[in-house]
Structures are given as structure tokens and as C-alpha cells.
């Protein structure tokens, strides 16, 4: 483990000069601009000032992940309905950080793939062509016929594929790729949120979701960067403005590879987490934490209007990259 851990920290500097100089210097610019625009502030000052908008290392403009934050509209209750989703594999350099690429294995051109959402009992249809170098499949989370579970109906690059069975039950899944070796194929990228709605529709909230993971950039089988639906530090450039008036819902997924657990941890708040969203049960919390493929549904009132971090409670995974901000207003 302590070896595991300086391996990651010194390559966190050395592969990404670019996302760790800022880090420090323009920490320093912010600090020293207010007095004498002294750029020396140094290590200590720096490392203690908090990074927030367009000062962050983070790659984007503001509206780059919105198809992946805000999931499509719950549809009312209508067994038999059609759903239909296209699910490409293509392989694609992503850049997770400014600076750093990582060659990933996508569902359509990103890391997390798109948020695929049904209703209880709607018939759901996922067309899949692999335009990707590797085999690969679509595996679902949730009850489906065996020949749909997409371990061994392996798709090659250039075949197709259609998944159809009735989505349920109602929760938070997943889906992920489950062509071998399994991990190489879940790190590289191939995973997204599957939301099955409940009969009876929730509550009207702001909906968002979250996917967690990591990227190994240097091939180490450690993870080198950790996000919320794919970019290091994107929320924290990029604050998530929610208003207090309305229930904020998340739908919270974890599909880190190499680490065990992962974690998100609300600031100045507590929220209802609904284990798998698949029970009226829920626990009064500020930070839950899951294994890989674990997921669930976090709804939040926020008492106060401002700027709040959330961020996974492993503080290397934060320093790392899986930190934001929501901006609560009126
Ligand atoms: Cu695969
Ligand atoms: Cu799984």
C-alpha cells in the first residue's frame, strides 16, 4: 500500500504537469492578487486556499457534461411502451485533465455512456454496434432473460447487438461492459447510469446524476485521477446550481476500478440515501460510501442558500479530482 501511494502521487506530477502546476500556481495568483499581486505565496499559502471557478484545473466550458448530469424525464406508468436507446463502442482520447489524455473504450463517445432511463414494465430496447477495436457487450443490472446479460453474447468489433427485456425493478442501476478481462474493460470506460422508474412516479425534484470513477493514465493498475462523470474537478470549475425550493435527487453510482470503496460526502447538509433506490427505506446521512457497481438515490432539502462542496470523504480521491460545488439560491 505506502508503495502503491507514492507511485500515484509522484505520478500524478510528473504525468500531468499541466493539471498540477496550476494547482499551485494560480492558487498563488488568486491569493496574491487581492493584496500586492504577489505571485510568491508559496507552498503553505497555496495549498490552503480553496479552488473554485475558472481558476480550476478542470477541462471545459460550463454546459460540456449537462447530457450526463441531467437525465431524460420520467415517463408515466405504461406497461409494454417502447424505449429505445443506439449504444456505440468507439475507442476515444478523452482529456480528463487539462493536459492529460487517457485512451478510453466509450459508449458512445464518453466516460461515463449516456443515461439510459425507462419506466417500470416499459419494454426496453438498446440497439449496440461495437465500432470499437475489442469485443465488447452491454451487461444491465436488474432482472432480464439470460441470453441479455451480455457475459457471454460477446459482440466483436463491427457486429450488432439488441438488447430488449422488461426494465425492472424500479431503482438506480447500472450497466457496464462484461467482455474479459473485465476490469481492463470497466477502467478503460465502458459503464453509465440505468434508472428504472417506479410505478408510482417520484416526487417532482431537480434531478442529477452522478457516476463515480478513476483513470489509471500510467498503466500501474492504480488509479491516477478520480471524477464524477468524467472530468477531474469539472464541478468545482463548474458549481451545480440547484434552488432550495425544490428536492435535489441524485442518482449516485460508483464504478471505480482498483479501489474498493469510493464515497460522497455533502457539506453543511444531511440528505435521505435510498440504498439501490428500490425501497421507501432510507438512512438520514451526510456521506455514504459504495463498493463498485453499488448505487443509490440521495434526496436533498438544502436549508441554506450559498456555495457547498460535496466530494468523495477519501481526501486523496478529492485532491485528486472528485470535489464540486453546488450553489444553492432562491
Ligand atoms: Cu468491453
Ligand atoms: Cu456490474
Request: contains cysteine; negative net charge; hydrophobic residues 40%.
Amino acid at each position: 500500500m505506502p508503495k502503491s501511494r507514492l507511485t500515484r502521487r509522484r505520478l500524478l506530477a510528473a504525468a500531468a504537469p499541466l493539471a498540477a502546476a496550476p494547482l499551485v500556481g494560480r492558487f498563488a495568483l488568486d491569493e496574491g492578487a487581492g493584496a500586492a499581486g504577489v505571485r510568491h505565496a508559496g507552498h503553505a499559502a497555496s495549498g490552503h486556499a480553496a479552488m473554485i471557478g475558472e481558476t480550476v484545473p478542470a477541462v471545459g466550458g460550463p454546459h460540456d457534461l449537462d447530457e450526463l448530469l441531467y437525465p431524460p424525464p420520467a415517463l408515466p406508468y405504461q406497461p409494454g411502451r417502447v424505449r429505445e436507446y443506439r449504444l456505440v463502442a468507439r475507442d476515444v482520447e478523452l482529456e480528463i485533465a487539462p493536459g492529460v489524455f487517457f485512451p478510453a473504450w466509450t459508449y458512445n463517445g464518453t466516460v461515463p455512456g449516456p443515461v439510459i432511463r425507462a419506466t417500470e414494465d416499459d419494454l426496453l430496447r438498446v440497439r449496440f454496434l461495437n465500432a470499437g477495436s475489442h469485443p465488447h457487450t452491454i451487461h444491465f443490472h436488474g432482472i432480464h432473460p439470460a441470453g441479455m446479460d451480455g457475459v457471454f453474447e460477446i459482440v466483436g468489433p463491427g457486429e450488432e447487438l439488441t438488447y430488449e427485456f422488461p426494465a425492472k425493478p424500479y431503482g438506480m442501476h447500472l450497466y457496464h461492459c462484461h467482455a474479459t478481462p473485465l476490469k481492463k474493460h470497466i477502467h478503460k470506460g465502458l459503464y453509465g447510469a440505468f434508472i428504472i422508474d417506479p410505478p408510482e412516479p417520484r416526487p417532482p425534484a431537480q434531478e442529477l446524476v452522478m457516476v463515480m470513477n478513476g483513470y489509471d493514465t500510467d498503466g500501474d493498475g492504480s488509479n491516477n485521477f478520480y471524477t464524477v462523470n468524467g472530468r477531474s474537478f469539472y464541478y468545482a470549475k463548474h458549481p451545480i446550481r440547484v434552488s432550495r425550493s425544490q428536492t435535489v435527487r441524485i442518482y449516485l453510482a460508483n464504478l471505480t476500478e482498483f479501489d474498493l470503496v469510493n464515497s460522497f460526502h455533502l457539506h453543511a447538509d444531511f440528505f435521505r440515501y435510498y440504498p439501490t433506490g428500490s425501497s421507501d427505506r432510507f438512512e438520514y446521512t451526510d456521506t455514504v460510501m459504495q463498493c463498485q457497481g453499488q448505487r443509490g438515490i440521495l434526496e436533498i432539502e438544502f436549508s441554506n442558500t450559498g456555495t457547498f462542496m460535496f466530494h468523495a470523504h477519501q481526501s486523496e480521491f478529492a485532491e485528486l479530482g472528485w470535489m464540486g460545488y453546488f450553489n444553492v439560491v432562491d
